[in-house]
């Protein structure tokens, strides 16, 4: 399975709708590709607060237009990142985009867990509270987003649902760039999965990002890791890896807690 992340750069200097078309035009040059993945809030920029409300689209607006115009063109699975989302009955979501290489629509994830100690995203969007799963020809994807890699809980559930690729859509900041690296690989390993992560680079309001998106194997290998700017990562990987270490190393059939109520002394 060959897999495409495009860690892009957000600037304050290009306006969303440039970088609408610049990305749409990067994913069309993966074709070939099995599955494509673009990081969080990549129109607005994740720290950029004060953009959330103006930038807003309902699910069905133009980042959805274009990314689905691109994921047909290049015949490609998508993961179209996230998007700041406006419900009309509701608050605003931060709302990633999964879309199928005929350009359909094969699943929305609204981020569960916000960021921002009860400021930014924790107060201005509302929290997912489903997780979802993809399925793929060759492998299931798990979705999450960001904040959600510090809650292995989250990403438990996910395998539980059937998922053997995680997938990560980010905009983490360089100064916390070491935990980055470290927790992809601690959820790629304790979930005996791959791990796709993808990071935006740039400054989002001031706030340095960290680049660096990552592809992790089941046993915690890093098979590629992009540097700080602009890049697009390729890597192919054998999904069949997955089945293959959890029957050699079958620490998930030990597990104990959150699976059957506790033997009775």
Same mark, same amino acid.
């Given at each position: 399975?060959? @897999? #495409? *992340? ?6 304050? %200097? ?12 990067? *994913?069309?040059? !993966?074709?070939?590709? %099995? ?11 994740? /720290?950029?607060?004060? +953009? /959330?409300?103006? +930038? ?13 115009? @691109? ?7 998508? =993961? ?23 350009? %359909? ?7 569960? =867990? ?8 924790? $107060? ?5 509270? +489903?997780?979802?799963? *993809? ?8 979705? #999450? ?47 005996? #999965? ?12 001031? *706030?340095?990002?960290?680049? =660096? #998106?990552?592809? $992790? ?10 540097? @700080? ?7 192919? /990987? %054998? ?7 959890? +029957? !050699? /190393? ?16």
């Amino acid at each position: 399975m060959r @897999a #495409s *992340v495009i860690q892009i750069a957000v600037n304050e %200097d290009e306006s969303v709708e440039a970088r609408r078309r610049r990305v749409a035009a990067s *994913v069309r040059e !993966q074709a070939g590709a %099995d599955l494509v993945v673009l990081p969080e809030l990549w129109t607005t920029g994740a /720290f950029a607060y004060e +953009e /959330f409300g103006r +930038e807003a689209e309902p699910l069905e607006g133009p980042t959805y237009e274009a990314m689905a115009k @691109a994921a047909s063109d290049a015949g490609v699975w998508l =993961h179209a990142g996230s998007i700041p989302e406006r419900d009309p009955d509701g608050p605003l979501y931060n709302t990633s985009l999964v879309f199928s290489p005929s350009g %359909d629509l094969a699943a929305a994830y609204r981020k569960i =867990h916000r960021f921002g100690f009860d400021k930014g995203e924790a $107060v201005l969007m509302g929290a997912g509270t +489903e997780l979802v799963t *993809v399925r793929l020809p060759e492998t299931t994807l798990g979705l #999450s987003t960001c904040y959600d890699l510090r809650f292995p809980e989250l990403f438990r559930g996910l395998v539980d649902a059937g998922a053997e690729t995680l997938v990560v859509s980010a905009g983490w900041p360089e100064r916390r760039r070491s935990h980055w690296t470290l927790l992809a690989q601690a959820r790629a390993v304790e979930n005996q #999965s791959f791990l796709l992560a993808c990071a935006t680079a740039g400054t989002h309001a001031g *706030v340095p990002q960290a680049g =660096h #998106s990552i592809v $992790v194997d089941p046993w915690g290998e890093v098979l590629a890791q992009a540097g @700080a700017g602009e890049e697009v990562l390729t890597v192919e /990987f %054998d999904p069949g890896k997955v089945a293959a270490t959890r +029957e !050699q /190393f079958p620490a998930l059939k030990d597990r104990m807690l959150g699976l059957r109520p506790p033997r009775r002394p």
